[in-house]
Nanobody, 132 residues
Framework: QVQMVESGGGLVQAGGSLTLSCSAS????????MGWFRQAPGKEREGVAC????????AYIDSVKGRFTISRDNTNNTLYLRMNSLKPDDTAMYYC?????????????????????????WGQGTQVTVSS
């Protein structure tokens, strides 16, 4: 059974930082692209950041470029999202997700242009709230 468990969310003032973690089990983590998504109240879920299965390629939506960094630890099956210079617009529920396909070379293409990766293994989310 696949399990994705996010943690690290919380309440932070604008300009602050948080690091989200996602612990994955029940799947071959090392061969799958991974992503972070977010959904704010009344808005559609959007893809925020994506990392290839090898870790050599990352992609971000424009609104977080230069502020967020996605990374992975394949030894511990953990995905991270370091978020700096947080803004109130970053307030949302954040989810991690995994590509159902292994070693997919195109998993993260188009994320910077707003394409939402077609990932199917989802966690329950962790809430990030940024106060002004």
């Amino acid at each position: 059974q696949v399990q994705m468990v996010e943690s690290g969310g919380g309440l932070v003032q604008a300009g602050g930082s948080l690091t989200l973690s996602c612990s994955a089990s029940g799947l071959v983590f090392v061969n799958r692209a991974m992503g972070w998504f977010r959904q704010a109240p009344g808005k559609e879920r959007e893809g925020v950041a994506c990392i290839s299965w090898s870790g050599s390629f990352t992609a971000y939506i424009d609104s977080v470029k230069g502020r967020f960094t996605i990374s992975r630890d394949n030894t511990n099956n953990t995905l991270y999202l370091r978020m700096n210079s947080l803004k109130p617009d970053d307030t949302a529920m954040y989810y991690c997700a995994a590509d159902p396909r292994m070693k997919n070379p195109n998993a993260c293409l188009g994320v910077s242009a707003g394409r939402k990766p077609d990932f199917t293994y989802w966690g329950q989310g962790t809430q990030v709230t940024v106060s002004s």
